[in-house]
């Protein structure tokens, strides 16, 4: 099959380094920036723990073969990727930051203003060795008596913010980019890879409304809560998918990898799981072994108990209950641990649900284990053409004239 030329800003690729597999994605923009997903591609993880790159040649051919796997299947050249960072290597950060507007009077604060004492808060958050992936916003103080989500154009003297920052060491990145480097793409961005799924499947009215998102990995769950249209809360334990698959390789005596066929084919943590007498057969070296399923689902019952109050602890520290009106979305490979939804929704009273694409996409029946990859790729997208960013014509450019000569005159005057 012939590939297609990789053109320009057209199409956007998606690499989540996973510490059990690697998960890829293509999306390619069309006309008046519509979004098409060509194709997901998943292979095995190696050279890489989830927190560290141990050995930089396997995981170059990791990489190499997922996101070669993906160029294949789709049939178009990619040159460079939207590289993801999250779970163990992830830190949060608040911080905080004041700055004066005026010595003496008021004025009106500006979106310079704001842009001028969030990067300061940036700053203040960061270490030398550390990176900064995304910030968030929390809050203003105008003159410590006026908080706002969005203080432009109140008067103030004084104006206040606290920030949450996403951090990511920066040794830890450029062993991930070399590793990429040398499977022979280029990093295009760098993105916290929760955040980018999260983005990839929740509108404006979720945000506003209030959600949260799961996002279960081998290894470690990350929890992101939005309320008031922003991210509020962010948390990471753990506790994933492969704790699920090492409780069934110690009940069985069997193999990580086919403890993990028997955990997607056969155990469950639903209701009624634990009284299912069902016997299944497993194929062991010295043949085939009758397992009945309720030692299968009582192996990861303990598992599941840990899982569950995390998930409640860190919804409760993020101090939204009975603020979450739209639910819970499910993200990642371990999501789709039958009975996983109905026993998270029963824990926390909320509606719990796989998590979809935000845009259409055809016949794609598992877009939650994807949507990491998926999130990276529109991450990419967003970045090169702008959020919300409309083509640039003579009625946009008066406009944004406007609004700085608008600045301006208030800054001055």
Not at 181 to 201: E, K, M, P, R, S
Not at 245 to 269: C, G, H, P, R
Request: with cysteine; charged share 20%; hydrophobic share 40%.
């Amino acid at each position: 099959m012939m590939l297609k030329r990789f053109i320009g800003d057209k199409y956007f690729c998606g690499l989540d380094i996973g510490s059990q597999t690697i998960k890829t994605s293509l999306i390619e923009v069309g006309d008046s920036q519509q979004l098409s997903l060509l194709g997901v591609y998943e292979s095995r993880t190696s050279g890489f723990t989830g927190n560290s790159v141990t050995d930089l040649g396997e995981l170059a051919i990791a990489i190499g073969n997922a996101v070669s796997g993906l160029s294949r299947k789709v049939g178009v050249k990619i040159r460079d990727v939207q590289l993801g960072v999250g779970g163990e290597l992830v830190q949060k950060r608040l911080s905080s930051a004041v700055i004066p507007l005026l010595d003496k009077g008021n004025k009106v604060i500006s979106t310079r203003d704001v842009q001028r004492i969030v990067n300061q808060a940036r700053l203040l958050g960061v270490k030398m060795d550390e990176i900064i992936l995304e910030d968030f916003p929390q809050s203003f103080q105008v003159d410590d008596v006026n908080t706002a989500l969005n203080p432009v154009g109140l008067f103030g003297r004084k104006l206040e913010v606290q920030t949450l920052v996403m951090v990511v060491n920066d040794t830890v990145v450029k062993n991930l980019t070399k590793a990429v480097n040398h499977a022979g793409f280029d990093v295009l961005n760098l993105f916290f890879t929760t955040y980018a799924a999260a983005q990839g499947t929740l509108n404006d009215y979720q945000r506003r409304q209030g959600c949260v998102i799961v996002d279960i990995g081998s290894k470690v769950t990350d929890i992101l809560v939005y309320k008031s249209g922003h991210l509020c809360s962010f948390e990471s334990f753990g506790v994933g998918g492969g704790d699920f698959t090492a409780a069934i390789v110690d009940q069985l005596k069997v193999n990580y990898d086919l403890a993990e066929d028997i955990k997607q084919s056969y155990a469950s943590v639903a209701d009624g799981a634990l009284d299912d007498q069902e016997e299944v057969l497993i194929k062991r070296d010295e043949g085939y072994l009758p397992v009945k399923k309720v030692d299968i689902n009582r192996s990861i019952e303990p598992v599941m108990q840990k899982f569950l109050a995390h998930c409640s602890d860190a919804l409760a520290r993020s101090g939204t209950v009975g603020q979450i009106n739209v639910g819970i979305f499910l993200t990642g490979g371990g999501a789709f641990l039958t009975g996983l939804p109905e026993r998270i929704e029963q824990r926390m009273n909320l509606s719990t649900k796989l998590a979809v694409t935000n845009f259409p996409v055809k016949r794609m029946q598992n877009a939650a284990k994807f949507l990491s990859s998926i999130g990276l790729a529109q991450a990419g997208f967003r970045r090169s053409y702008g959020v919300g960013r409309r083509l640039q014509n003579s009625g946009s450019w008066m406009s944004s004239m406007k609004e700085k000569l608008k600045e301006l005159y208030q800054e001055y005057f």
